[in-house]
């Protein structure tokens, strides 16, 4: 990682924070297959299309008008387990999940630095906490041995309604939303009650199948005019349930008097789902104006929905820089105190903090580019973000697709013939990096 000197680094511990406070909280709100356009925030400010045609969101509306909007927010995966898996840690599933050496990956994992690690070096006043999908899977490591202090434990898809439970339908507690909550408030309670900082990850079930709502938020929902990527009110009633908790959150950090202490950063583990059972074919594609969906390495599976507000960022501001789950891990180092001088190099994010802060448009990481890759279990499929350029590798039929995100953020036209030097260097940057880090490039049996 490219270090500032020490002297620089001391002097930049810490952000400013009121007097008496001398350790920021975080906040991070996951949403499940919620895509990039999942919400009534229009996410770059001069293209309408960057919203839902339906849902209402006023809750993400707030969070969005109170810090910074990244219209180039990505997951570290298009699929829940690695995302959620390289959040901890900060690193690449390519590191972890879809290593050629799949047997040894989980012993190798369990020594990765974490978050709960890194705040609890930073200050050992620090206590975290996880409540709701966890979904580690395979070795099934649990938040506790994560370093957790609080949590639901070693929960799934299964435990707050997943694929299989039924729905559409309405519940007392859709998705375990109010459980979350209340949980969550609780917790935030005690910590500014004892007058010591915390991380607090909250990993929604909704919007991932199956659908389920509250009865009074479908017939709210019911008169709403249908757009023509999203129209079902069922979905948009699971959308709006979620987006309530968010506000139950904001409205606990400013009843607790914290909001000058706390950062909040929300985003999705992938993208939005291609379809909807019971939807029907809809007229423009749930993802428009990005191309594919969950499980795609095409925008659609992997730019997500991403704001960030706390101490020092510019309310209603908005970023082009590409961004990732992948720097968590390192921005809340950052923050904390801890700094990044001391963080392994097989961290792949960066610090989002002179972003956040105005002082830098670029985000130092180990490399100057993010790596998307899945495989084992998986079709074999990478990308390569540098810049406006996006290449795409789909390695069934060694296909290679470059395309200018710049103009053509729908991914329509590949230019990797008309621009084959480019192409070649994004292509050797990525089977590089895959080799250095010894990623499987096939479609093997989990």
């Keep these: 990682m490219r270090r500032a000197s020490l002297l620089i680094s001391l002097a930049c511990a810490a952000p400013a924070l009121p007097a008496g406070q001398d350790a920021p909280n975080f906040v991070v709100i996951l949403s499940d297959d919620q895509s990039w356009v999942g919400s009534s925030v229009q996410i770059d400010r001069a293209d309408p ?7 209402r969101t006023p809750s993400l509306e ?3 008008r109170s810090g910074m909007t990244f219209t180039h927010g990505y997951a570290p995966a298009p699929f ?4 959620r898996r390289s959040i901890q840690v900060g690193q690449t599933p390519a590191r972890h999940m879809y290593r050629r050496d799949h047997t040894a990956w989980p012993t190798e994992y369990r020594r990765q630095i974490n978050i709960p690690e890194v705040l609890k070096g930073a200050d050992p006043r620090y206590r975290a906490a996880h409540f709701g999908k966890w979904d580690h899977r395979f070795d099934r490591p649990t938040p506790e041995e994560m370093g957790y202090d609080a949590s639901d434990g070693d929960t799934g898809n299964g435990t707050g309604g997943g694929k299989g439970s039924g729905g559409p339908a309405a519940a007392t507690d859709p998705k375990l939303i109010d459980h979350i909550t209340s949980r969550a408030c609780e917790f935030m309670e005690s910590r500014a009650g004892a007058g010591m900082p915390f991380y607090l990850q ?8 199956d659908i389920f709502y509250r009865r009074e938020t479908l017939d709210l929902v019911s008169p709403w005019m249908p757009g023509k990527k999203h129209y079902m009110p069922e979905f948009a009633a699971m959308t709006a349930d979620m987006d309530a908790s968010v506000g139950r959150v904001l409205d606990k950090i400013e009843g607790l008097g914290l909001r000058d202490t706390t950062y909040v950063i929300f985003l999705s583990d992938n993208g939005g789902r291609g379809t ?8 423009m594609p749930r993802n428009h104006p990005l191309r594919g969906s969950k499980g795609s390495m095409y925008e659609g599976g992997i730019r997500v929905p991403f704001f960030v507000a706390g101490p020092g960022i510019e309310p209603g501001s908005v970023s082009g820089t590409p961004v990732s789950g992948l720097d968590i891990l390192p921005t809340l180092a950052d923050l904390s105190g801890h700094g990044t001088d001391g963080l392994p190099d097989t961290v792949d994010g960066g610090s989002l903090r002179r972003l956040l802060e105005g002082r830098s448009e ?9 790596v998307f890759h899945q495989a084992v279990g998986r079709r ?3 990308a390569l973000r540098l810049g406006r350029w996006k290449l795409v590798k789909t390695w069934a039929n060694d296909l290679l697709e470059l395309f200018d995100l710049s103009r053509d953020v729908g991914e329509t036209r590949n230019v990797a013939k008309e621009y084959a030097r480019q192409t070649e260097r994004l292509h050797a940057l990525l089977t590089g990096f895959l080799e250095e880090v010894g990623a499987e490039t096939r479609k093997t049996e989990d």
């Design 49 to 55: 299309r960057t919203r839902s045609d339906y849902f």
């Design 202 to 209: 909250i990993s929604h079930y909704a919007v991932h199948l």
């Design 380 to 382: 074999a499929q990478s």
């Design 276 to 283: 909807l059972p019971g939807a029907g074919a809809p007229p």
């Design 80 to 83: 829940c387990c690695p995302t």
């Design 362 to 370: 670029t985000v130092e990481r180990q490399r100057d580019y993010l």
């Design 62 to 64: 707030r969070l969005a």
